[in-house]
């Protein structure tokens, strides 16, 4: 059967994605938050997935407000870098994993949890900037990805509690997939952000470092935090952490944290990422 | 769910895109939305009251878009990933974008970020060096 042998946390931002097309990733603006992946880049060529699923949210790019699925799986054999509105990231077009994404589909709804599933969609920075970091600039994308977008635009969004919950049955799923295939599980977005309004700029390191903390040790904990927490403490767009419940979720109970990332700022946000391997 | 609303309130500068605001502001939002393709970016930068005039969103709402009022189109149902593409379609960035609505000249809020971001301690709106 396969398995979920680590997660990775890691942040989105879309001008993460911007830096590295455009050549800037060296400047003294962003070298510190290139380098805190070098760990990452190495740690993957290391431990070479057969595939990753890959948590994030769409940003008003593939899903409208025509439909607001809360979970959606997509099941397609590849999906394309969207144009967000400069036009698409040059880069690779993702190679999904129909089968796989399929037999999470049929597992996670059996457990009751009703997933929307997708055969049709255009991937955007949510998704392709946590490629980039973890892979640079390659021609082809190392491993397959099976894409898991989550609601975080339009209230409410799932509790902690829930995404939690459905990575257990994520594990659960990839667990009873017929296949000796090891699987990463990435949850992206984050950490502490807020991009509208009078409290724009908002940034909160001790809540970063206690949910980076919480994550390896009390993931109990933080999946209790409910949402006005993370509004209050992490603003309006730290919301986006409860995607990193799932992640862990799916992992044991007992990780080793390998490698931690924190620096601020990226654009309007602080940025986050950690390495946990099951024990 | 009023309970569950209410508390989002008492955080200053902050409106949360719940289903009121995603019901007033559909059209707003759908309009930004259609900025994703190449010819709605086109007709839109030639001739903005027009290309408006194709979506059936409030007065209120196009003279917000037309002022570029990001903090006002927040308050009409915009919501700031579908607004965002206005302002990538102004060639902005989003950082850009967030100095407008914090009444900072943005180099002001691009070295507030530097210097660690807007900290809970620290007031909402506008900051001084």
């Keep these: ?279 | 769910m009023t309970d569950y609303y209410d508390s989002f309130k008492k955080i200053p500068g902050t409106v949360i895109f719940d289903a009121t605001q995603s019901r007033i502001g559909y059209h707003l939002n759908m309009f930004a939305m259609s900025l994703m393709k190449e010819e709605n970016r086109l007709a839109f930068k030639n001739n903005e009251d027009a290309y408006l005039n194709t979506f059936p969103m409030t007065i209120d709402q196009h003279a917000a878009v037309r002022a570029r009022d990001y903090n006002k189109m927040i308050e009409l149902g915009g919501n700031i990933y579908f607004l965002a593409k206005i302002g990538a379609t102004d060639g902005h960035s989003f950082q850009k974008l967030a100095s407008l609505m914090t009444g900072m000249p943005e180099e002001s809020y691009r070295q507030m970020m530097i210097a660690g971001g807007r900290s809970p301690s620290m007031p909402i709106g506008p900051v001084e060096k």
Excluded at chain 1, 53 to 81: K, Q, R, V, W
């Design chain 1, 1 to 279: 059967m396969a398995k979920i042998i680590a997660g990775v946390a890691t942040s989105h931002i879309p001008a993460v994605g911007a830096a590295l097309d455009l050549g800037k990733s060296t400047e003294p603006y962003w070298a510190p938050v290139f380098s805190g992946y070098d760990r990452a880049k190495e740690w993957f060529k290391e431990v070479k997935p057969d595939a990753i699923i890959l948590i994030y949210n769409d940003h008003a790019s593939a899903f409208s407000l025509e439909m607001i699925p809360t979970f959606a799986i997509g099941c397609a054999p590849s999906f394309a870098p969207a144009d967000e509105g400069w036009g698409p990231r040059p880069v690779p077009t993702v190679q999904g994993y129909p089968e796989l994404g399929w037999h999470i589909a049929q597992s996670t709804i059996l457990d009751e949890f009703d997933m929307t599933i997708i055969n049709k969609m255009d991937v955007d920075h949510g998704l392709t900037v946590p490629l980039s970091l973890m892979f640079g600039q390659p021609s082809e994308w190392p491993c397959k990805v099976v894409p898991l977008a989550v609601n975080v635009v339009q209230y409410p969004p799932p509790t902690g509690n829930r995404c939690y919950q459905l990575g257990k049955a994520i594990r659960k799923a990839v667990e009873s997939f017929e296949s000796d295939e090891r699987i990463v599980i990435m949850g992206t977005g984050g950490m502490s952000h807020q991009l509208q309004g009078p409290r724009a700029g908002f940034i909160n390191k001790e809540f970063d470092k206690a949910f980076l903390d919480g994550l390896t040790a009390d993931p109990d904990g933080l999946a209790k935090i409910p949402h006005i927490t993370y509004v209050e403490q992490a603003g309006s767009e730290g919301i986006e952490l409860v995607m990193w419940l799932i992640m862990r979720g799916a992992l044991n109970t007992s990780v080793k944290e390998v490698h931690r990332h924190y620096h601020v700022p990226a654009s309007n946000t602080a940025v986050g990422h950690i390495i946990l391997e099951n024990l």
